[in-house]
């Protein structure tokens, strides 16, 4: 496959050490992949720091773009603007075995939960991976997910891995991306923005690369049939940021996600799933009453720009990673797809460098 090198590099902020989520210091990611033929699927975990999420709940909030989707927890996460759990991205059959995962590794580390203790919010977001999965095979468990949980760390794989392994995107190999961009900010500061995707969107014919509509040029070479077909997909963004911002501010940012998924060639269509968290790791909030808030200092409106840049800019670039980083996969039925770095060679992409 051509070197990631090739790609063109999204906005003028600079990215991270790692360009990836992870450049949010804390922030970690684990995959657990499953390739056997027809099973062609798997599970992602975003753990927001390395304690206990429900214990040390992080700021957080959604937006949903287009509601075509089957997640679990929205609801209470609209309502207080806090994560409970870590992150899982998994396939739309394989939400309520994730969701019942979370519970129990709750329950497991906090004896009292759902008896003493107030019941855990599992926050699990899905895209529909059924072209190349079986999924009514319903193949993954609760220990695929506790394995994605416990790979978590600052370096990982992207493309056709974890939640990843079975996605499609612009009738393409899709998958898993991520990038970051930092901003500094007027008193001197720098504050980092990272972004990891589960890309499943997308109708071929409208793929734009870095502002270069190629899409038409990739439907001719590949002569497919369902590039005439309507929106079927669907894209998770996770968005995560060190600065001190609250709820309403982190919704904000979550939805500038949006203008970097636009410029791909979304249009949040009818059948598509469009759904961005945001969270922060600049605090923490105690789940007990006996507990110190924690004092902070939260980030003025008026110097969110930049990081509304930053969540613009990373989501585009996450979105190329995870159709430059993926592999060609076979799965059901003898279904393919192929990858953007082989359709696509690094000689075409370096114009628009």
């Not at 609760?142 to 949980?149: I, S």
């Not at 500061?189 to 509509?213: E, F």
């Amino acid at each position: 496959m051509a070197s990631t090198t090739s790609l063109p590099f999204i906005g003028t902020l600079p990215p991270g050490t790692r360009d990836a989520i992870t450049d949010v210091a804390g922030v970690t990611v684990g995959h657990r992949t499953l390739a056997d033929g027809p099973v062609q699927t798997g599970v992602t975990v975003i753990r927001p720091h390395a304690g206990d999420a429900f214990r040390d709940k992080v700021p957080a909030a959604a937006v949903v773009l287009n509601g075509f989707g089957k997640s679990v927890g929205l609801v209470q996460l609209a309502e207080l603007g806090v994560l409970e759990t870590p992150i899982a991205l998994t396939n739309t059959f394989s939400v309520g075995t994730v969701a019942t995962a979370q519970i129990r590794h709750c329950a497991a580390a906090n004896p009292e939960t759902g008896r003493a203790l107030p019941t855990v919010n599992p926050l699990v977001f899905e895209c529909n991976d059924g072209f190349l999965n079986d999924i009514q095979r319903l193949a993954v468990t609760e220990a695929d997910y506790l394995q994605a949980l416990d790979a978590a760390g600052a370096d990982f794989e992207q493309g056709s891995v974890g939640a990843g392994r079975g996605m499609s995107s612009f009738q393409l190999k899709g998958g898993i991306g991520s990038a970051s961009r930092c901003v500094a900010m007027a008193d001197g500061t720098t504050h980092t923005v990272g972004t990891l995707v589960l890309a499943n969107y997308g109708r071929q014919p409208q793929l734009v690369l870095a502002g270069h509509a190629v899409g038409e040029r990739l439907a001719a070479l590949q002569a497919s049939k369902e590039a005439a077909e309507p929106e079927k997909g669907s894209i998770i963004i996770v968005v995560a940021t060190d600065a001190p911002l609250d709820a309403r501010q982190l919704r904000r940012l979550a939805l500038r996600a949006g203008a970097g998924l636009a410029r791909t060639g979304s249009v949040y269509g009818h059948g598509s799933g469009d759904l961005v968290l945001a969270f922060s790791t600049a605090y923490t909030i105690p789940d007990r009453a006996d507990r110190p808030m924690p004092a902070v200092a939260m980030l003025h409106d008026t110097r969110l720009d930049g990081l509304f840049q930053a969540a613009a800019d990373s989501t585009e670039q996450a979105i190329l990673h995870a159709l430059w980083r993926a592999t060609p996969v076979t799965g059901r039925d003898g279904n393919h797809r192929a990858a953007l770095g082989e359709l696509l060679p690094a000689s075409s992409l370096s114009p628009l460098a």
